[in-house]
């Protein structure tokens, strides 16, 4: 009588499980769009921001990774939709991609990698594996290629618009409040905070690097641009000629010492054509490739069944 109710409770436990599988496949294999003849599914989706979360794991770590991540969610459908519609089109124009390309793209992903190992294990957490990835890197470079050729080559930038754009009210281009800063590094915090003490003492720094481990450089800081915040909270609260205490970031220390402060001011268009140039050419890219959507859309047959 045990057995056959262990054999029973065996079988409950195997179809369950068999059920659960089966629900999870369906869940994965939904449909959540219609684009012309493709379809988009939830694994489509969970696929396209697996691959997006990889990318900006690149390129940010920790909290500001996470930010980027939840901001990319948003319009998710709506950007895979509109990827669907660029590669039918691409399909359509007989668009190519040269291998060596993508064999490219693929060394450059698998450089963020101190190992083949730790670029599959990346890959094996995000429910990847190497050949989707290429697929996605095919698909990113078919894109950007039929882009350059309905888009991207037919926009002009002439010299006038760059004036223009200058001269208008609009133009808020200034150059922001620049510090200098001496910068310098030791390895041992006795050692910085002497080295601090001295220099603010009144001895010559070129003294102090000839009796310490030091070394020294020199650096341009812009308020929110290119400094570490831990880093940019010592430098802007100095005035000129102030020396600060060491300040340990990481496994170092560093003394800073405030040079001068560049004030701000309107450039001369000499200085900021290119980047009223990129500018004007990035804000035109948008609105012509904008436009070339819209009107693949209007041509095609797009249904959402579930966001």
């Known amino acids: ?44 989706l969970s696929d396209f921001m697996n691959f997006m979360g990889m990318q900006l794991s690149h390129q940010y770590k920790g909290k500001e990774l996470e930010t980027k991540v939840e901001e990319a969610k948003k319009g998710l459908l709506d950007k895979l939709i509109e990827d669907r519609l660029i590669l039918q089109q691409a399909k ?3 668009i190519k991609v040269d291998d060596n390309r993508i ?6 992903v698998r450089k963020h990698y101190s190992s083949n190992e730790e670029f599959q294990d990346d890959l094996a957490r995000q429910g ?11 698909e990113q470079l078919l894109m950007y290629n039929i882009i350059e050729d309905k888009v991207r080559s037919k926009i002009v930038i002439r010299p006038d618009e760059v004036t223009k754009f200058y001269d208008s009210k609009e133009n808020n281009i200034m150059i922001p409040e620049t510090r200098q800063v001496t910068v310098i590094t ?11 003490y001295n220099w603010k003492a009144g001895q010559k720094v070129e ?6 481990p030091a070394t020294i450089n020199k650096l341009e800081a812009v308020k929110g641009e290119n400094l570490r915040k831990d880093i940019e909270g010592e430098v802007f609260k100095l005035g ?40 004007l050419f990035q804000t035109k890219m948008q609105q012509e490739l904008n436009k070339w959507l819209d009107e693949l859309k209007s041509k095609s047959y797009i249904k959402i069944l579930q966001s």
Request: aromatic letters at 10%.
């Open 1 to 44: 009588m045990r057995k056959i109710r262990l054999l029973i409770f065996i079988l409950f436990f195997s179809i369950c499980h068999m059920l659960f599988a089966t629900c999870h496949v369906y869940a994965q294999d939904k449909i959540v769009a219609v684009v012309n003849n493709d379809i988009i599914t939830r694994k489509d």
């Open 92 to 94: 359509k124009d007989a």
């Open 103 to 108: 064999k490219a793209k693929m060394n450059e």
């Open 128 to 138: 990847l594996v190497p050949a989707d990835v290429e697929n996605k890197v095919r």
């Open 186 to 196: 030791l390895e041992n915090k006795d050692l910085a905070q002497t080295f601090s």
């Open 207 to 212: 003294d102090l690097l000839s009796r310490y």
């Open 240 to 279: 000129i000629g102030e020396i600060s205490e060491p300040v340990k970031i990481d496994a170092q220390f560093y003394v800073f010492k405030l040079d001068n402060i560049v004030a701000s001011r309107k450039p001369a268009l000499l200085e900021v054509q290119d980047k009223i140039r990129d500018f």
